[in-house]
C-alpha cells in the first residue's frame, strides 16, 4: 500500500512540475510569436526589399549644362554607391545600373530595372540651370503607385538639406515611363548654384542625402537636422518632420498635361471647308476696312 501512495505522489509531482514547465514555456512562445508577426509585417508593409539604384549620367556625358564646373556624373555615382552601403546594411538587396564611371543609355538603364521583378526603381540626380539663383531640391515620379515613395523620399531629402522646396512633380520621363516597377527621380540641388555646388563637394553633405533617401525607402519619418548653410544661403524651414504614409499633400504640385505628338481627331471636309470660308471672308472684311482708314486719313498724317 505504501509502495502504491509512493508511486502517486511521484506521478503527481511530475505532473506539477510538467504543469509549471508549460506555464513558465508559453508566455515565452507567445512572445517570440509576435515578434516573428511584427517582423513579418514589417517587411511586408515595405515597397519591396530589392531596390535598383541608377546613378545619372556617365561616361562622356557629364551631365548638367555646358561649362559646368561641377561634373554631375560623379556627384550621383557617388550618393548612389553610399545609398547602396546604407540599403544593404538595412537588409535590402541592391542592383546598380552602374558602379563606375561609365555610359549606360535609357534603354539600359530601363531593362536592368524590368529585369528585376517586385523591385522600386531610385535614380539619383542633380539639377543645374543658367540662372546661378536657382536652386532647391525636386523629386518626380510617374505611376501612380510611386506617389507614397516620392513623397517618403522627397520630404526626408528636404528636412536634412538647406534647400527650397521645389515640390513633387508628375513626369513622363523615359526612366520613369518605361520602368514596370515605381520608379522615382530625385534632384539633389542645383550644381550650377554656388552654395549648393559647395555643398555637394563635401563627402559629409552626400553621405546625408545617401542617408535620407534610406530613410525615405525604409518610410521612417523626416529628421529635422539641417546640413550646414552657407552665411549667403540661410536654411529652408518649410519642411517639417512627420510621417506620411500614402502621404499626398502639399509638396504635390499639379504639372500642366504633356502635348501629344499625335493628332487623335482629323477635322471634316465640311469643318475645314467652312473655317477656310470664315477666313476668306475676315481676311476681306481687315482689307476692305483698311482701305477705307486709309482713304479717310489726312495726308499730313500718313506723312
Request: net charge positive; hydrophobic share 35%.
Amino acid at each position: 500500500m505504501s509502495h502504491r501512495i509512493y508511486r502517486l505522489n511521484l506521478v503527481m509531482c511530475w505532473l506539477s512540475v510538467a504543469g509549471l514547465a508549460w506555464v513558465f514555456a508559453s508566455p515565452r512562445t507567445s512572445s517570440a510569436a509576435q515578434s516573428k508577426s511584427r517582423k513579418t509585417s514589417a517587411q511586408t508593409s515595405r515597397p519591396s526589399t530589392l531596390v535598383v539604384i541608377d546613378a545619372g549620367h556617365g561616361g562622356f556625358d557629364r551631365g548638367g549644362i555646358q561649362r559646368q564646373r561641377i561634373a554631375e556624373k560623379d556627384m550621383t555615382l557617388d550618393v548612389a554607391l553610399r545609398l547602396r552601403k546604407k540599403l544593404l546594411a538595412a537588409g535590402y538587396r541592391v542592383v546598380m545600373t552602374r558602379d563606375s564611371d561609365v555610359f549606360i543609355p535609357l534603354p539600359g538603364r530601363v531593362a536592368i530595372a524590368n529585369s528585376n521583378r517586385n523591385a522600386i526603381f531610385i535614380c539619383v540626380h542633380f539639377n543645374s540651370a543658367t540662372r546661378t539663383e536657382a536652386n532647391g531640391v525636386e523629386t518626380y515620379y510617374y505611376r501612380r503607385d510611386a506617389m507614397a515613395l516620392a513623397a517618403n523620399i522627397h520630404r526626408n531629402v528636404i528636412a536634412g538639406a538647406p534647400s527650397e522646396n521645389r515640390g513633387i512633380r508628375r513626369r513622363g520621363y523615359y526612366v520613369l515611363r518605361k520602368t514596370t516597377n515605381p520608379g522615382v527621380l530625385v534632384e539633389c540641388g542645383f550644381l550650377t548654384n554656388p552654395a549648393e555646388g559647395q555643398l555637394a563637394l563635401t563627402s559629409d553633405y552626400r553621405d546625408k542625402l545617401a542617408e535620407e533617401i534610406t530613410r525615405g525607402i525604409l518610410g521612417k519619418p523626416a529628421l529635422v537636422a539641417r546640413a550646414p548653410a552657407s552665411h549667403s544661403y540661410p536654411p529652408a524651414t518649410e519642411a517639417e518632420a512627420r510621417p506620411f504614409n500614402s502621404y499626398a499633400g502639399t509638396d504635390f504640385i499639379k504639372a500642366p498635361a504633356e502635348r501629344s505628338t499625335t493628332r487623335h481627331r482629323k477635322r471634316s471636309k465640311g469643318a475645314r471647308g467652312k473655317k477656310s470660308s470664315h477666313r476668306s471672308t475676315a481676311q476681306k472684311t481687315t482689307s476692305s476696312g483698311s482701305a477705307t482708314a486709309k482713304k479717310a486719313t489726312p495726308k499730313s498724317v500718313e506723312d
